[in-house]
């Protein structure tokens, strides 16, 4: 059986290599006899995959001994909760850019612990990341998603704000280079660039957790993954291994500027593509677009109808936009071959032509 080309929004395309070794671990965890699933995590095999998996983030993402590498057993939504509840006390403000379902949530869960103030807001149509923002007085801690998933908009930078940076960063983490300095916490669910679902990375500065409330249960606070090395009860083994081999086979791409510009180049395609159609038309603003999910529309429903078919005739998977915003969507995650987007297109292509 030939495997598709998925250009699933998650969970996603995974390099092939690291399936592979994957596959390899279940059995036999490098050459210990012991498969990646059956080796207890506080053996001397486990402990040297977080080890190696936690020194590849640390390269790949350079970070210093100020920043903490965190493995939480649950996904970005876990977050959208633990980040108020840790950092938001109840007559204190955050301020979160509203750009779309995501920051929607996140926003949702904050208003249960304190104030928060939108900062801005793509409303209603979410086309866009907002050029401008209005920050309130002294907030806490400023929240936005660098990728909006559903929408397919993405921060070209992150925004100039006057408090540390909380980014949800799930659907483009590892995809560009990280600019660090404004950001106190980056966490991402695994699923789009990094692994499994079911477990999330967290990049946090040291002294930001330090500031975080003290009287909550242990696995509430980011403090106890910091201090028990993301050990306090049994972690996702798996998870930590996959995520290890996808960070690692990105150093081996080049580590995050490489893939920056193959991403470009890859999105490039398929919106120049989309540009110049007269039956494709992208959705996002020009400055606005992301380069991983990459959302459009055709002319007629039924153009749009007859492409998905056709898509999956030839083994090209997971093309249906989300259902709140309807059309297409690709996502274009880092595993996803730049061989696939020109599949894409020339299929988008042929559609249009044999509609005319
Ligand atoms: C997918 C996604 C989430 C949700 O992740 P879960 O693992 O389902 O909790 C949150 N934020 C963004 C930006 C996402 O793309």
């Not at 929004?9 to 994957?22: F, H, K, N, Q, T």
């Not at 807001?121 to 309130?136: A, K, L, N």
Request: glycine share 8%.
């Amino acid at each position: 059986m030939a495997r598709k080309l998925n250009f699933s929004s998650g969970p996603a395309a995974l390099p092939e290599d690291v399936l592979r070794r994957a596959q390899a671990a279940l059995l036999d965890l490098d050459g210990s006899g012991i498969g990646i699933l059956e080796h207890s995590h506080r053996g001397p095999e486990f402990m040297r995959v977080l080890e190696r998996t936690e020194a590849a983030i640390r390269e790949v993402a350079g970070l210093d001994g100020a920043w903490a590498v965190l493995f939480v057993t649950a996904g970005a939504t876990h977050h959208f909760s633990m980040v108020p509840q840790s950092f938001l006390g109840e007559d204190e403000t955050a301020d979160y850019c509203h750009t779309g379902v995501w920051s929607g949530k996140a926003m949702e869960e904050a208003r249960r612990f304190g104030t928060v103030h939108v900062a801005c807001s793509g409303e209603p149509d979410f086309t866009s990341t907002p050029r401008t923002q209005t920050w309130s007085t002294a907030p806490r801690y400023v929240h936005y998603t660098s990728n909006e998933t559903i929408y397919g908009t993405q921060w070209a930078a992150p925004p100039h704000a006057p408090a540390p940076l909380v980014c949800d960063a799930s659907s483009d983490i590892f995809s560009r280079p990280l600019d660090l300095v404004p950001h106190a916490l980056i966490y991402a669910g695994a699923q789009k660039n990094l692994g499994p679902s079911g477990i999330s990375l967290v990049l946090a500065r040291k002294d930001f957790v330090e500031s975080g409330r003290s009287d909550l249960p242990p696995l509430a606070q980011y403090r106890t993954y910091v201090t028990e090395r993301s050990m306090y009860n049994t972690p996702n083994t798996f998870g930590i291994y996959v995520i290890g081999e996808v960070v690692s086979w990105i150093r081996a791409q080049g580590g995050l500027a490489a893939l920056a510009e193959r991403n470009d180049r890859k999105a490039a395609v398929l919106y120049d593509f989309l540009d110049q159609s007269r039956a494709w038309t992208p959705l996002a603003e020009k400055a606005s677009r992301s380069r991983m999910n990459v959302t459009f529309r055709g002319a007629t429903k039924e153009l749009e109808e007859t492409m998905l078919a056709r898509a999956e005739e030839r083994g090209l998977s997971g093309l249906r936009g989300h259902r709140s915003v309807g059309g297409l969507r690709a996502s274009l995650y880092n595993a996803v071959p730049e061989d696939g987007i020109r599949r894409l297109v020339e299929l988008l292509d042929e559609v249009e032509r044999a509609a005319r």
